[in-house]
């Protein structure tokens, strides 16, 4: 009964699309030619060179490619990774100098350095000096890799302020009742045109 429903369904459909005039074609079609002439005047156009611009600006001056972009609020974020790793930098390069140069006046022989009430022996001054190297070198490279991300975003983000997102793209529920047994469907809808 339900293929025999189906069959009947599909022939008057068919018969329907036979029935349409030249006229309605035509006119069909020369809506579909205005159409796309109005979405293509709205486009864009697209400057190929405007992410490596972005970049560019980027590795002149940290925080420029994001301005370029016009993405302000990032500025900020860009400065302080930048900022945090130059201060944890010069922070542990300057410890790093005091343990060294207590290091080295105590092989010299003297004994009026400033660590000399808290650290009795040399080799607990060696340790400090590689704590203190090690997280400045450790600094150093996340400064650089802040750097270079500053900059990876700012051309990214050029990127993706040419993609197009109109609303043309959709997706949206809907409740469909089914015509045989009345029964309510539920589903996802993506909506596409070109």
């Avoid at 704590?131 to 990127?159: G, K, P």
Wanted: with cysteine.
């Amino acid at each position: 009964m339900l293929c025999f429903f189906c069959i009947i369904v599909q022939f008057s459909w068919a018969q329907n699309e036979t029935e349409q005039t030249t006229e309605e074609k035509e006119k069909k079609e020369t809506v579909l030619k205005i159409k796309d002439t109005v979405n293509t005047a709205e486009k864009k156009a697209i400057d190929p060179l405007s992410p490596s611009k972005a970049a560019f600006y980027s590795a002149i001056l940290p925080g420029l490619g994001q301005a370029y972009n016009k993405k302000y609020w990032k500025i900020p974020i860009v400065y302080a990774a930048l900022g945090t790793g130059i201060y944890f930098y010069v922070d542990n390069n300057n410890k790093y100098n005091r343990y060294r140069r207590a290091y080295k006046r105590r092989l010299a022989g003297f004994t009026d350095d400033e660590f000399q009430g808290i650290v009795a022996d040399n080799d607990a001054l060696i340790d400090a000096q590689e704590f203190y190297q090690r997280n400045r070198d450790l600094s150093l490279l996340l400064t650089v890799v802040a750097y270079v991300l500053n900059i990876v975003d700012a051309n990214v983000d050029a990127h993706l302020l040419q993609f197009n997102v109109s609303d043309d793209l959709s997706l949206r529920p809907h409740i469909d009742q089914n015509a045989v047994d009345f029964t309510r469907n539920l589903g996802v809808t993506l909506n596409f045109k070109f």
